[in-house]
Nanobody, 115 residues
Framework: QVQLVESGGGLVQAGGSLRLSCVSS????????MGWYRQAPGKQREFVAR???????MYADSVKGRFTISRDNAKNTVYLQMNSLKPEDTALYVC?????????WGQGTQVTVSS
């Protein structure tokens, strides 16, 4: 089992920045991918970004150039630096990871961007 705990969400004005963190614990030795999805009210869950254990990254087109994902494997943590935030970035941001073929999810952290 893997547990994921997110933090760093909040209310920010358009153009501002936030950094999300997600700490993993439990049976984490085989974690490969760590990343983020987001879900806005009334919308489907949307992929945001992911980082593999060897350092490769992938981003949704909607966040490329504004968001940066990074990992600190020693701290079992993945970060999402979000810059130039837009009102359409408002959502519940949920951390996930893959471990031995299983996918684990956190509870999410709310990000609200005011115009």
């Amino acid at each position: 089992q893997v547990q994921l705990v997110e933090s760093g969400g909040g209310l920010v004005q358009a153009g501002g920045s936030l950094r999300l963190s997600c700490v993993s614990s439990g049976s984490i030795k085989s974690i490969n991918i760590m990343g983020w999805y987001r879900q806005a009210p009334g919308k489907q869950r949307e992929f945001v970004a992911r980082a593999t254990s060897d350092g490769s990254t992938m981003y949704a087109d909607s966040v490329k150039g504004r968001f940066t994902i990074s990992r600190d494997n020693a701290k079992n943590t993945v970060y999402l630096q979000m810059n130039s935030l837009k009102p359409e970035d408002t959502a519940l941001y949920v951390c996930y990871c893959t471990n031995r073929g299983e996918v684990y999810w956190g509870q999410g952290t709310q990000v609200t961007v005011s115009s």
